[in-house]
């Protein structure tokens, strides 16, 4: 069975800070990546995606994630956090030959800090 | 919008009654899946359709809960007898796959359902 490890449960940061958010999973397949964003109030969206080719995915809002297949990782960053990017942020992973269904992480909550 | 849209957005329900959630996909969606959300978790897999078929549930599927997608349209999840332990938010999502693998799946905004 596939799971996921978000370790930071809780991310506090000031405006202009470095953000990198961890995610392990554990699957001995081969696997599709994502991460998803849950703004306050609203619905999951998704950030980025990885499935394969280059292991470094850039999405929306400035977000890129790298995907260590060695280290079974898929850490979401940003140079440069803003306020507007306080949110949950939920890392999930579905099998390459699947009915991908997501096996989602427990999530980080990112608050940023005007 | 032309998003995913669940109805109710919540619901407060007294133990033992029975419960039913609607949710309509993305029109052009071939599939559809239902997920719960507890406090301080992740969505947790319930269930998946493609089209009219219900083809995975998950063992957090008890047989209390019941879900149809007749038509391959909108899809229902009831809850019979309902306990304090299903109080969570309720997600709806759908895609549409034509076998391509890692398609995204879009999210409703969920029905909270409390057990009072």
């Known amino acids: 069975a596939q799971s996921v490890s978000q370790h930071n449960h809780h991310v506090i940061l000031s405006e202009a800070a470095s953000l990198e958010l961890g995610c392990n999973y554990s699957?001995?397949?081969?696997?599709?990546l994502f991460w998803y964003v849950q703004y306050p109030g609203q619905h999951l969206q998704l950030l980025l995606k990885?499935?394969?080719?280059?292991?470094l995915v850039k999405g929306i809002k400035g977000f890129e994630a790298e995907f260590i297949k060695s280290k079974f990782s898929f850490n979401l960053r940003k140079p440069s956090v803003q306020w507007s990017d306080t949110a949950e942020y939920f890392c999930?992973?579905?099998?390459?030959?699947?009915?991908?269904?997501?096996?989602f992480g427990t999530g980080t909550r990112l608050t940023i800090i005007p | 919008d032309t998003g995913v849209s669940q109805d109710p957005r919540h619901k407060i329900t007294k133990r033992g009654q029975n419960v039913t959630f609607r949710c309509d996909p993305i029109?052009?969606?071939?599939?559809l899946y239902w997920y719960r959300q507890t406090l301080g978790q992740g969505p947790e897999f319930l269930t998946y359709?493609?089209?009219?078929?219900?083809?995975?549930k998950s063992r957090l599927l008890s047989d209390r809960f019941s879900a149809e997608r007749p038509k391959g349209s909108f899809s229902t999840l009831e809850i019979q007898r309902t306990e304090q332990g299903d109080s969570a938010m309720y997600l709806c999502?759908?895609?549409?796959?034509?076998?391509?693998?890692?398609?995204?799946?879009?999210f409703g905004q969920g029905t909270r359902l409390t057990v009072v």
């Open positions: 999502a759908s895609s549409f796959s034509a076998g391509a693998t890692g398609t995204e799946a879009f």
């Open positions: 699957y001995g397949g081969t696997v599709n």
């Open positions: 990885y499935f394969s080719g280059d292991p």
């Open positions: 999930a992973v579905n099998e390459f030959f699947g009915n991908e269904k997501l096996t």
């Open positions: 029109s052009e969606h071939n599939r």
């Open positions: 359709f493609q089209n009219e078929a219900q083809l995975e």
